[in-house]
RNA sequence: GGACGGGUGGGUGAGUGGCUAAAACCAGCAGACUGUAAAUCUGCCGCUCCUUGCGGGCUACGGAGGUUCGAAUCCUCCCCCGUCCA
């Protein structure tokens, strides 16, 4: 089954309720993308991701393509049979390890060599091999290789930055065009707007990639430092240039309580680290703010982390004994505060929807807001 | 009884005349985290005062004296602890 999306409904603040369909499974929008950088959700077993109702993953090219090395996944079958995961899975294509590596890496306008963070070993990314990668990958949705660059930055290195990246789409929709039947299209290819900060090249950004006529859109570049208020200008100016048929996705959002931002400006699609990686350093999210478990005020709490939640762990554990497997550093306190969150990120989305349906999302968001910051609990 | 070795801030432990309120690590307290080089990182961590500052005062390296302009560091005696010998 090939790639698709249904736009069911755009509500008055316009917020868009929708579903994906991929070879694996259906997706609900507005969705958040739990991380799985390499095969993994760290912290979470897939039994559990499927049983807290996770319909797509996020998996990344460049890590992939180091390790285990993309040819041993291809030959096990691909990603999904590799990682055990029957749903669906998006492959980001390296362009945030542009970002986040930028000490171990050098851009051209052919690609980007990497100095390996695991042993030093020089590899170069092309918009080609980025998607040779997520071809072998095998996975639902493919992400156009993208120079995200950092904030702040000068308009001419953002300028740069979104021509570099609109070459290297329209080379990755050749490479596409180019393999054709042996791909099958059963992989999505979605194109990346960037831009930086500016609205202008935002605009003209959005134009030329749409364009080149991708599956669906992701708006990157975001949420690399820059605050709240300006994220969603640069969403707000972007959206309605993308097609209303095909999804959007605002790429490494966001705070829960800046979700709904974003999904009234016409987001389908987020992705973030912010649960799992959070939840590992001993911060839980709660339906009246963040937790941070380890602080002494909970050491003789019998209360579960979040009264009002629904999920498994604060249906059984203390604020006192995750508090106590932080500080004795226990893997488990990881695990247990990693399903927590997740399960508070998707609640969260699931709300989202229900709103966008009931025609309230707005009275939604303001409601949250001001619970998630009342301060910590 | 004798011979060595040793007693440092909550813990381990560096420091052998001034740059030492005393390294480092741990523990403790608080904070950060946004397409994951992150089970990570940052700050605080003797008491006290205020004009909160690379600020002032006080107390502190087993105890008591002493040498010195100045001592955790040198000397004397004492008290503990460890190992070995009687």
């Known amino acids: 089954m090939p790639f698709s999306f249904e736009l069911l409904k755009t509500d008055r603040s316009g917020a868009r309720l929708g579903r994906m369909h991929t070879p694996h499974g259906v997706i609900d929008t507005p969705a958040f993308m739990p991380v799985g950088t390499a095969g993994t959700v760290k912290g979470l077993t897939q039994q559990a991701l499927e049983e807290l109702g996770v319909q797509i993953l996020l998996g990344n090219t460049y890590h992939f393509y180091l390790r285990p090395g993309h040819e041993v996944i291809r030959g096990l079958g691909g990603l999904h049979k590799f990682m055990a995961w029957p749903r ?30 695991l042993d030093g070993s020089e590899h170069f990314l092309t918009p080609e091999s980025a998607l040779e990668i997520q071809t072998a990958l095998g996975s639902d949705i493919m992400m156009v290789l993208d120079e995200c660059i950092e904030h702040p930055a000068s308009h001419e290195r953002a300028e740069k930055a979104a021509a570099r990246t609109l070459d290297w789409a329209k080379r990755a929709r050749r ?15 979605f194109g990346i707007v960037q831009g930086g900060t500016y609205a202008g090249l935002r605009r003209a950004s959005a134009r030329d990639i749409v364009a080149l006529d991708f599956d669906g859109y992701a708006v990157g570049g975001l949420a690399v430092g820059e605050p709240h208020a300006l994220t969603c200008e640069m969403t707000e100016v972007v959206a309605p240039l993308l097609p209303a048929d095909k999804p959007r996705y605002l790429m490494g959002v966001g705070k829960p309580e800046d979700i709904a931002d974003y999904v009234m400006r016409g987001i389908d699609m987020m992705d973030c680290v912010l649960p799992t990686r959070s939840a590992r350093h001993g911060c839980l999210f709660t339906s009246a703010g963040r937790v941070l478990i380890r602080n002494a005020r909970h050491a003789n709490d019998p209360r579960p982390v979040d009264e009002a939640c629904s999920c498994a762990v604060c249906g059984r554990y203390s604020r006192a004994y995750l508090r106590h497997l932080f500080i004795a550093n226990e893997i488990l306190g990881a695990v247990l505060a990693s399903h927590h969150n997740v399960h508070f990120y998707l609640d969260l989305m699931r709300r989202i929807r229900q709103s966008i349906e009931f025609g309230d999302l707005v009275g939604f968001s303001s409601e949250l807001k001001s619970r998630l910051v009342a301060g910590p609990c």
């Open 88 to 117: 669906a899975i998006l492959t980001d294509s390296g362009g945030y390890q542009v970002f986040s590596l930028a000490d171990l890496r050098k851009v051209t306008d052919e690609g980007v060599k990497f100095r390996s963070h």
């Open 175 to 189: 490479a596409l065009a180019a393999k054709g039947a042996s791909n099958g299209g059963s992989q999505a290819l």
